[in-house]
């Protein structure tokens, strides 16, 4: 991995402004979801146009031309087109020549699936440098009035480019499904239901149940941390940084408290508390932000994992790369 670059909407929406409409106080917000702002794209933003910016940052840190990139991989719950994918207009936009390119649907594991794919194309010989995307407008498909979901999430998008390269090794993928939890993270009605009675039928929206994704992740993910480190041929005590998730603050400190991470002994991404939980753009966002705030430094032995609708899981070992 050689570079991540990242675009951060201007508006950002704090506790405060959400509250009243929710009918809370911002400590009950703070307390229940560590976040305390998050961003929300205007209507010029979109998840193609985020996703250009964040790639373009990327390219620029590492003095490369679009042209040189052969697979373009965007990771997105929000792009709302089915057709055409996303990836191919970012690489047009970009200005790469005739790249593969694809989108990704794995929820908030999304851009960890990337990665994965990235790595797996270039040590197969099939591919020499590829751009992960993770871009999401989620302040497009939740409801504002839903305590549940209108104080966790917020937009953003953050790009990899992965070449091979002596330094930033990215280690093996660890990745699965949980599918007979898949109502636990969902879009409610369905289009289905949403076509067959236009008039009756409200928008869809993003649904999830918070307490049960709470106690799964906080009894699931460190194993799966533990899973990840040994497929990267480390042990626990190896891992200088660690990028979960930014589902919400109290998921990450019951993970790394289950790990037996410490401040002292492992710094711990918390991007969350000021962007709220970006789905697919959530990884490179929170590594961006460890590393612009210099918390954590380049070539450091990271890892990192995400969940999310399905239930999907994936993540690896990997060493941290210059950002933006």
């Given at each position: ?81 089915q057709t055409p994918a ?46 992960v995307i993770g871009s ?189």
């Amino acid at each position: 991995m050689l570079t991540i670059g990242t675009y951060r909407p201007d508006r950002i929406v704090s506790n405060s402004e959400l509250a009243p409409e929710l009918g809370v106080d911002e400590a009950w917000i703070t307390t229940r979801t560590g976040i305390t702002e998050r961003r929300f794209a205007g209507g010029h933003e979109t998840v193609i146009s985020m996703a250009v910016q964040a790639a373009q940052s990327a390219l620029d840190v590492a003095k490369l031309s679009a042209g040189k990139i052969d697979v373009v991989i965007l990771a997105s719950s929000t792009h709302l087109n089915q057709t055409p994918a996303a990836a191919p207009i970012i690489a047009a936009e970009l200005g790469c020549d005739r790249p593969a390119a694809f989108d990704i649907s794995a929820g908030c594991s999304g851009y960890a699936h990337g990665i994965g794919q990235a790595a797996a194309l270039i040590n197969a010989g099939q591919s020499d440098t590829i751009l992960v995307i993770g871009s999401e407008k989620l302040s497009n498909v939740i409801d504002r009035n839903s305590r549940s979901v209108a104080p966790i999430f917020g937009d953003g998008s953050g790009a990899a480019l992965i070449t091979r390269t002596e330094s930033g090794y990215i280690r093996r993928t660890i990745w699965g499904s949980i599918g007979e939890q898949s109502h636990l993270i969902r879009q409610e009605p369905t289009w289905e239901q949403q076509r067959a009675d236009p008039a009756g039928t409200p928008t869809p929206f993003l649904m999830m149940e918070g307490t049960e994704v709470f106690r799964w992740a906080t009894t699931a993910v460190p194993k799966i941390v533990s899973e990840i480190a040994e497929a990267g041929g480390i042990a626990l005590s190896d891992i200088e940084v660690f990028v979960p998730h930014q589902a919400n603050l109290r998921i990450i400190d019951g993970v790394a408290r289950k790990l037996g991470w410490t401040d002292e002994s492992v710094v711990v991404a918390d991007d969350v508390r000021r962007a709220g939980n970006t789905s697919a753009a959530a990884l490179p966002l929170a590594i961006a932000d460890l590393i612009s705030s210099g918390r954590a430094k380049p070539g450091q032995l990271a890892l990192q994992v995400s969940f999310g609708a399905g239930l999907s899981y994936a993540g690896q070992v990997f060493d941290l790369p210059k950002v933006a």
